[in-house]
Protein backbone atom coordinates (compact mmCIF):
# COMPACT_ATOMS: atom_id res chain seq x y z
CA UNK A 1 0.00 0.00 0.00
CA UNK A 2 1.25 3.57 -0.59
CA UNK A 3 0.71 6.41 1.57
CA UNK A 4 -1.25 9.18 0.86
CA UNK A 5 0.74 12.46 0.52
CA UNK A 6 1.11 14.48 4.32
CA UNK A 7 -0.34 17.65 2.71
CA UNK A 8 -3.28 15.62 2.28
CA UNK A 9 -3.88 13.92 5.61
CA UNK A 10 -3.08 15.34 9.18
CA UNK A 11 -3.58 13.53 12.64
CA UNK A 12 -6.87 14.46 13.01
CA UNK A 13 -7.89 12.99 9.61
CA UNK A 14 -8.01 9.38 8.51
CA UNK A 15 -5.92 6.15 7.83
CA UNK A 16 -6.85 2.74 6.49
CA UNK A 17 -5.32 -0.59 7.38
CA UNK A 18 -5.65 -3.80 6.76
CA UNK A 19 -6.05 -6.15 9.90
CA UNK A 20 -6.23 -9.49 8.27
CA UNK A 21 -3.64 -11.49 6.69
CA UNK A 22 -2.40 -10.79 2.96
CA UNK A 23 -4.03 -13.44 0.73
CA UNK A 24 -7.14 -15.55 -0.25
CA UNK A 25 -9.88 -15.74 2.47
CA UNK A 26 -12.96 -15.84 3.24
CA UNK A 27 -13.33 -12.44 5.23
CA UNK A 28 -11.04 -9.34 5.22
CA UNK A 29 -10.92 -6.87 7.50
CA UNK A 30 -9.94 -3.42 6.98
CA UNK A 31 -9.92 -0.77 9.68
CA UNK A 32 -10.49 3.26 9.08
CA UNK A 33 -9.47 4.75 11.77
CA UNK A 34 -9.30 8.39 12.35
CA UNK A 35 -11.83 11.07 12.73
CA UNK A 36 -15.08 9.68 11.59
CA UNK A 37 -16.62 13.00 11.38
CA UNK A 38 -14.45 14.11 8.33
CA UNK A 39 -16.91 15.45 5.40
CA UNK A 40 -14.51 13.00 3.10
CA UNK A 41 -16.69 10.01 4.40
CA UNK A 42 -19.17 11.25 2.56
CA UNK A 43 -17.51 10.48 -0.72
CA UNK A 44 -16.64 7.06 0.11
CA UNK A 45 -18.92 4.54 -2.32
CA UNK A 46 -20.91 2.37 0.29
CA UNK A 47 -24.80 2.69 0.75
CA UNK A 48 -26.41 1.31 4.34
CA UNK A 49 -28.81 -0.82 3.86
CA UNK A 50 -30.43 0.98 6.96
CA UNK A 51 -29.76 4.46 4.60
CA UNK A 52 -27.79 6.09 7.04
CA UNK A 53 -24.23 7.48 6.42
CA UNK A 54 -21.45 6.17 8.03
CA UNK A 55 -20.96 9.26 10.54
CA UNK A 56 -24.53 8.50 12.11
CA UNK A 57 -24.21 4.68 12.21
CA UNK A 58 -23.98 3.82 16.02
CA UNK A 59 -21.29 2.50 18.02
CA UNK A 60 -21.31 -1.45 17.57
CA UNK A 61 -24.01 -1.58 15.21
CA UNK A 62 -23.07 -4.10 12.83
CA UNK A 63 -24.55 -2.61 9.26
CA UNK A 64 -25.11 -4.62 5.96
CA UNK A 65 -24.24 -2.35 2.37
CA UNK A 66 -23.29 -2.14 -0.98
CA UNK A 67 -19.78 -0.82 -1.75
CA UNK A 68 -19.20 0.43 -5.28
CA UNK A 69 -21.97 3.40 -7.06
CA UNK A 70 -23.30 1.37 -9.23
CA UNK A 71 -25.58 -1.52 -8.60
CA UNK A 72 -23.99 -3.83 -11.47
CA UNK A 73 -20.18 -3.06 -10.09
CA UNK A 74 -20.78 -3.19 -6.40
CA UNK A 75 -20.31 -6.02 -4.17
CA UNK A 76 -22.21 -6.98 -0.31
CA UNK A 77 -20.02 -5.58 2.91
CA UNK A 78 -20.69 -5.00 6.62
CA UNK A 79 -19.36 -2.56 8.37
CA UNK A 80 -19.08 -1.64 12.31
CA UNK A 81 -18.13 1.04 14.19
CA UNK A 82 -15.98 -0.19 17.00
CA UNK A 83 -15.62 3.42 18.64
CA UNK A 84 -15.43 6.56 18.13
CA UNK A 85 -13.00 7.00 15.82
CA UNK A 86 -12.84 3.47 14.13
CA UNK A 87 -14.80 1.63 11.42
CA UNK A 88 -14.28 -2.06 10.39
CA UNK A 89 -14.80 -3.09 7.05
CA UNK A 90 -15.79 -6.87 6.38
CA UNK A 91 -15.34 -7.95 2.56
CA UNK A 92 -14.52 -10.93 0.74
CA UNK A 93 -11.21 -12.53 1.13
CA UNK A 94 -9.74 -11.99 -2.19
CA UNK A 95 -7.18 -9.75 -2.76
CA UNK A 96 -9.15 -8.10 -5.45
CA UNK A 97 -11.79 -6.43 -3.35
CA UNK A 98 -9.35 -5.75 -0.84
CA UNK A 99 -7.23 -3.35 -3.10
CA UNK A 100 -10.57 -2.48 -4.46
CA UNK A 101 -11.34 -0.79 -1.02
CA UNK A 102 -7.96 0.17 -0.12
CA UNK A 103 -7.80 2.60 -3.35
CA UNK A 104 -11.52 4.07 -2.76
CA UNK A 105 -9.82 5.24 0.50
CA UNK A 106 -6.80 6.61 -0.22
CA UNK A 107 -8.57 8.09 -3.11
CA UNK A 108 -10.63 10.35 -0.52
CA UNK A 109 -7.53 11.10 0.83
CA UNK A 110 -7.00 8.71 3.67
CA UNK A 111 -3.63 7.50 4.69
CA UNK A 112 -2.57 3.83 4.28
CA UNK A 113 -0.65 2.07 7.01
CA UNK A 114 -0.02 -1.36 8.32
CA UNK A 115 -1.86 -2.20 11.12
CA UNK A 116 1.17 -1.77 13.29
CA UNK A 117 1.61 1.75 11.76
CA UNK A 118 -2.06 2.49 12.36
CA UNK A 119 -1.69 1.41 15.84
CA UNK A 120 1.22 3.35 16.80
CA UNK A 121 0.15 6.37 14.81
CA UNK A 122 -3.22 6.51 17.32
CA UNK A 123 -2.20 4.61 20.30
CA UNK A 124 1.31 5.48 20.74
CA UNK A 125 4.59 3.27 21.03
CA UNK A 126 3.72 1.40 24.46
CA UNK A 127 0.17 0.43 23.45
CA UNK A 128 1.00 -0.45 19.49
CA UNK A 129 4.18 -3.11 20.76
CA UNK A 130 2.16 -4.63 23.25
CA UNK A 131 -0.65 -5.37 20.62
CA UNK A 132 1.95 -6.33 18.07
CA UNK A 133 3.70 -8.52 20.46
CA UNK A 134 -0.14 -10.31 21.02
CA UNK A 135 -0.17 -10.75 17.51
CA UNK A 136 2.92 -12.81 17.43
CA UNK A 137 2.11 -15.03 20.19
CA UNK A 138 1.42 -19.09 18.73
CA UNK A 139 0.05 -20.64 21.98
CA UNK A 140 -2.67 -20.14 24.29
CA UNK A 141 -0.51 -19.96 27.09
CA UNK A 142 1.80 -17.37 25.96
CA UNK A 143 -1.39 -15.52 24.10
CA UNK A 144 -2.95 -15.78 27.38
CA UNK A 145 -0.27 -13.80 29.39
CA UNK A 146 0.05 -11.17 26.63
CA UNK A 147 -3.66 -10.28 26.16
CA UNK A 148 -3.34 -9.54 30.13
CA UNK A 149 -0.70 -7.30 29.49
CA UNK A 150 -1.65 -5.30 26.48
CA UNK A 151 -5.32 -4.67 28.77
CA UNK A 152 -3.52 -2.50 31.20
CA UNK A 153 -1.30 -4.90 33.67
CA UNK A 154 1.91 -3.81 32.33
CA UNK A 155 1.14 0.08 31.84
CA UNK A 156 -0.94 -0.17 35.64
CA UNK A 157 1.94 -1.52 36.93
CA UNK A 158 4.95 1.05 35.10
CA UNK A 159 2.40 3.90 36.47
CA UNK A 160 2.63 2.46 40.08
CA UNK A 161 6.03 2.74 39.90
CA UNK A 162 6.09 6.91 39.00
CA UNK A 163 4.36 7.15 42.39
CA UNK A 164 6.91 5.61 44.54
CA UNK A 165 9.86 8.14 44.17
CA UNK A 166 9.73 8.70 47.98
CA UNK A 167 10.14 4.67 48.61
CA UNK A 168 13.79 3.89 46.96
CA UNK A 169 13.96 0.60 48.50
CA UNK A 170 10.23 0.02 47.21
CA UNK A 171 10.77 1.46 43.61
CA UNK A 172 14.30 -0.70 43.24
CA UNK A 173 12.06 -4.36 44.65
CA UNK A 174 9.47 -3.20 42.28
CA UNK A 175 11.82 -2.60 39.52
CA UNK A 176 13.53 -6.01 40.24
CA UNK A 177 10.53 -7.80 40.33
CA UNK A 178 9.51 -6.63 36.32
CA UNK A 179 13.39 -7.36 35.20
CA UNK A 180 13.46 -11.14 36.57
CA UNK A 181 10.32 -11.69 33.68
CA UNK A 182 12.25 -10.43 31.11
CA UNK A 183 13.76 -13.04 29.11
CA UNK A 184 9.84 -14.69 29.63
CA UNK A 185 8.52 -11.65 27.89
CA UNK A 186 10.63 -11.92 25.11
CA UNK A 187 10.09 -15.58 24.38
CA UNK A 188 5.81 -14.55 24.86
CA UNK A 189 6.22 -13.69 21.05
CA UNK A 190 9.34 -15.23 19.64
CA UNK A 191 10.36 -18.93 20.42
CA UNK A 192 13.21 -20.36 22.56
CA UNK A 193 15.72 -21.67 20.50
CA UNK A 194 16.93 -25.19 21.12
CA UNK A 195 20.20 -26.39 19.05
CA UNK A 196 20.83 -30.19 19.19
CA UNK A 197 24.49 -30.83 18.43
CA UNK A 198 26.71 -34.08 18.36
CA UNK A 199 28.94 -35.77 16.08
CA UNK A 200 27.94 -37.46 12.69
CA UNK A 201 25.08 -39.52 12.30
CA UNK A 202 24.30 -39.68 16.10
CA UNK A 203 20.66 -39.42 15.34
CA UNK A 204 19.87 -35.27 15.53
CA UNK A 205 17.38 -35.26 12.85
CA UNK A 206 15.36 -39.01 14.18
CA UNK A 207 14.98 -37.18 17.32
CA UNK A 208 13.98 -33.27 15.72
CA UNK A 209 11.45 -35.87 13.93
CA UNK A 210 10.75 -37.66 17.06
CA UNK A 211 10.36 -34.79 19.35
CA UNK A 212 8.26 -32.77 16.49
CA UNK A 213 6.05 -35.55 15.62
CA UNK A 214 6.27 -35.59 11.95
CA UNK A 215 9.48 -35.72 9.61
CA UNK A 216 10.89 -32.41 9.06
CA UNK A 217 14.63 -33.31 8.90
CA UNK A 218 16.20 -35.46 6.34
CA UNK A 219 17.20 -38.67 8.01
CA UNK A 220 20.16 -40.87 6.82
CA UNK A 221 22.94 -43.18 7.98
CA UNK A 222 25.89 -41.41 6.23
CA UNK A 223 27.73 -38.99 8.32
CA UNK A 224 27.54 -35.34 6.91
CA UNK A 225 23.82 -35.71 5.66
CA UNK A 226 22.83 -32.16 7.23
CA UNK A 227 24.90 -29.46 5.87
CA UNK A 228 23.01 -26.58 6.81
CA UNK A 229 20.76 -25.87 9.89
CA UNK A 230 17.06 -27.38 9.85
CA UNK A 231 14.94 -25.69 12.18
CA UNK A 232 10.77 -26.39 13.06
CA UNK A 233 8.70 -24.21 15.46
CA UNK A 234 6.74 -26.50 18.35
CA UNK A 235 5.09 -26.17 21.60
CA UNK A 236 6.27 -27.80 24.82
CA UNK A 237 3.45 -28.04 27.47
CA UNK A 238 2.44 -24.18 25.71
CA UNK A 239 5.89 -22.83 25.44
CA UNK A 240 6.93 -22.07 22.09
CA UNK A 241 10.54 -23.63 21.29
CA UNK A 242 12.57 -23.27 17.57
CA UNK A 243 13.99 -27.08 17.40
CA UNK A 244 17.59 -26.09 15.30
CA UNK A 245 18.94 -29.42 13.45
CA UNK A 246 22.44 -28.85 12.99
CA UNK A 247 25.38 -30.37 10.80
CA UNK A 248 27.75 -32.57 13.03
CA UNK A 249 30.36 -31.76 15.14
CA UNK A 250 33.43 -33.40 13.61
CA UNK A 251 37.20 -32.51 11.68
CA UNK A 252 36.86 -32.31 7.68
CA UNK A 253 38.46 -31.49 4.64
CA UNK A 254 35.32 -31.37 2.66
CA UNK A 255 34.39 -27.24 2.15
CA UNK A 256 30.64 -27.83 1.86
CA UNK A 257 30.22 -30.28 5.22
CA UNK A 258 32.77 -27.49 7.08
CA UNK A 259 30.48 -24.48 5.98
CA UNK A 260 28.04 -26.13 7.71
CA UNK A 261 30.24 -26.88 10.79
CA UNK A 262 31.05 -23.29 11.51
CA UNK A 263 27.46 -22.54 11.21
CA UNK A 264 26.50 -25.03 13.49
CA UNK A 265 28.75 -22.95 16.11
CA UNK A 266 27.41 -19.67 15.15
CA UNK A 267 23.85 -21.20 16.56
CA UNK A 268 25.01 -22.82 19.39
CA UNK A 269 26.70 -19.24 20.65
CA UNK A 270 23.14 -17.62 20.59
CA UNK A 271 20.91 -20.68 21.36
CA UNK A 272 19.01 -20.47 24.71
CA UNK A 273 19.66 -24.21 25.25
CA UNK A 274 22.20 -26.64 23.66
CA UNK A 275 21.52 -30.51 23.50
CA UNK A 276 24.50 -32.62 23.17
CA UNK A 277 23.72 -36.23 21.31
CA UNK A 278 25.52 -39.16 22.43
CA UNK A 279 24.80 -42.59 20.09
CA UNK A 280 25.50 -45.07 22.93
CA UNK A 281 25.69 -47.76 20.46
CA UNK A 282 29.06 -46.31 19.84
CA UNK A 283 32.42 -46.22 22.00
CA UNK A 284 33.18 -42.96 23.18
CA UNK A 285 35.66 -40.71 21.19
CA UNK A 286 37.59 -37.55 21.38
CA UNK A 287 35.34 -35.56 19.18
CA UNK A 288 32.35 -36.64 22.07
CA UNK A 289 34.92 -36.03 24.61
CA UNK A 290 35.70 -32.48 23.14
CA UNK A 291 31.80 -31.42 23.01
CA UNK A 292 30.99 -32.21 26.46
CA UNK A 293 34.06 -30.10 27.54
CA UNK A 294 32.84 -27.16 25.35
CA UNK A 295 29.45 -26.76 26.71
CA UNK A 296 29.26 -28.18 29.99
CA UNK A 297 25.93 -26.43 30.68
CA UNK A 298 24.38 -28.92 27.70
CA UNK A 299 21.61 -30.79 28.26
CA UNK A 300 23.14 -34.43 27.56
CA UNK A 301 21.40 -37.14 25.72
CA UNK A 302 22.41 -40.59 25.40
CA UNK A 303 20.71 -41.69 22.29
CA UNK A 304 19.81 -45.09 20.47
CA UNK A 305 19.21 -46.10 24.31
CA UNK A 306 17.23 -49.42 22.47
CA UNK A 307 20.43 -50.54 21.52
CA UNK A 308 23.38 -52.04 23.11
CA UNK A 309 24.92 -49.24 24.90
CA UNK A 310 28.81 -48.83 24.81
CA UNK A 311 29.07 -46.28 26.97
CA UNK A 312 27.98 -47.35 30.60
CA UNK A 313 29.22 -45.95 33.52
CA UNK A 314 31.27 -43.03 31.17
CA UNK A 315 27.84 -41.23 30.46
CA UNK A 316 27.15 -38.21 32.27
CA UNK A 317 25.44 -38.77 35.24
CA UNK A 318 23.06 -35.47 34.24
CA UNK A 319 22.43 -37.53 31.18
CA UNK A 320 18.99 -38.57 29.94
CA UNK A 321 18.44 -41.65 28.21
CA UNK A 322 16.24 -41.38 25.00
CA UNK A 323 15.07 -43.63 21.75
CA UNK A 324 13.81 -41.87 18.69
CA UNK A 325 12.87 -45.20 17.28
CA UNK A 326 10.83 -46.06 20.42
CA UNK A 327 9.95 -43.48 22.05
CA UNK A 328 11.59 -44.15 25.36
CA UNK A 329 12.51 -41.24 27.40
CA UNK A 330 10.64 -38.44 24.79
CA UNK A 331 8.09 -36.96 27.71
CA UNK A 332 11.02 -36.66 30.02
CA UNK A 333 13.09 -34.95 27.94
CA UNK A 334 10.41 -32.32 27.13
CA UNK A 335 10.17 -31.91 30.32
CA UNK A 336 13.10 -31.22 31.08
CA UNK A 337 13.33 -28.75 28.30
CA UNK A 338 10.41 -26.78 29.63
CA UNK A 339 11.85 -26.97 33.11
CA UNK A 340 15.35 -25.48 32.12
CA UNK A 341 13.70 -23.36 29.67
CA UNK A 342 10.77 -21.94 31.47
CA UNK A 343 12.07 -22.62 35.50
CA UNK A 344 8.94 -20.63 37.43
CA UNK A 345 5.93 -19.38 35.49
CA UNK A 346 4.18 -16.30 36.23
CA UNK A 347 0.82 -16.52 38.35
CA UNK A 348 -1.80 -14.60 36.81
CA UNK A 349 -1.89 -10.95 37.63
CA UNK A 350 2.35 -10.43 37.03
CA UNK A 351 3.35 -7.89 35.27
CA UNK A 352 6.16 -8.62 32.36
CA UNK A 353 7.72 -6.27 30.56
CA UNK A 354 7.42 -7.88 26.21
CA UNK A 355 9.21 -6.00 24.22
CA UNK A 356 13.65 -5.27 24.30
CA UNK A 357 13.01 -1.69 24.37
CA UNK A 358 10.71 -2.05 27.37
CA UNK A 359 13.54 -3.91 29.05
CA UNK A 360 15.97 -1.69 28.18
CA UNK A 361 14.49 1.15 30.08
CA UNK A 362 13.74 -0.30 33.03
CA UNK A 363 17.35 -1.31 33.19
CA UNK A 364 18.45 2.16 33.30
CA UNK A 365 15.71 2.79 35.62
CA UNK A 366 16.63 0.38 37.75
CA UNK A 367 20.50 1.74 37.36
CA UNK A 368 19.17 5.17 37.98
CA UNK A 369 17.18 4.30 41.24
CA UNK A 370 20.19 2.27 42.49
CA UNK A 371 22.49 5.45 42.77
CA UNK A 372 19.30 7.42 43.67
CA UNK A 373 18.51 9.23 40.56
CA UNK A 374 14.86 9.59 40.77
CA UNK A 375 14.62 11.66 37.77
CA UNK A 376 16.64 9.58 35.50
CA UNK A 377 14.44 6.68 36.89
CA UNK A 378 10.88 8.55 36.23
CA UNK A 379 12.37 9.49 32.80
CA UNK A 380 13.45 6.37 31.84
CA UNK A 381 9.75 4.89 32.89
CA UNK A 382 7.67 7.70 30.80
CA UNK A 383 10.27 6.71 28.31
CA UNK A 384 8.66 2.70 28.27
CA UNK A 385 4.91 4.55 28.89
CA UNK A 386 5.24 7.35 25.51
Known sequence: MTECDDSICDDNDLSAALLTPIGRGAVATIRLQGNLDSPRLSDIPFRAANGKVL?????????????????????????????????????HGGDVAVQRILQDLQHIGCRALDWQGQNQRFLGTFEAECMDALSRATTWKTAEILHEQSSGLLRNSLEGLLTLSADLTELTSRLDELLRWSSLGIHLSQ??????????????????????????????DQPGTTRDVVTAETAFDGWPVQLTDTAGLRETSEELEAAGIALTRQKL???????????????????????LAE?????????????????QD??????????????????????MIVNRLVPQVPQPGTAIPVTLRQIRELQTAHAAASTG?????????????M
Not at 69 to 80: L, R
Not at 373 to 385: F, N, P, T, V
Open 55 to 91: SQQSIGRIVFGQWGQKSADSEDIVVCRVTPQALEIHC
Open 191 to 220: PWIVVLTGRPNVGKSSLINALLGYERAIVF
Open 269 to 291: EIADMRLILIDLSEAPSPDDEAL
Open 295 to 311: WPDAVVIGHKCDLTDQW
Open 314 to 335: RLPQHAIRVSSATGTGLVELQT
Open 373 to 385: DIASCRQAIERIL
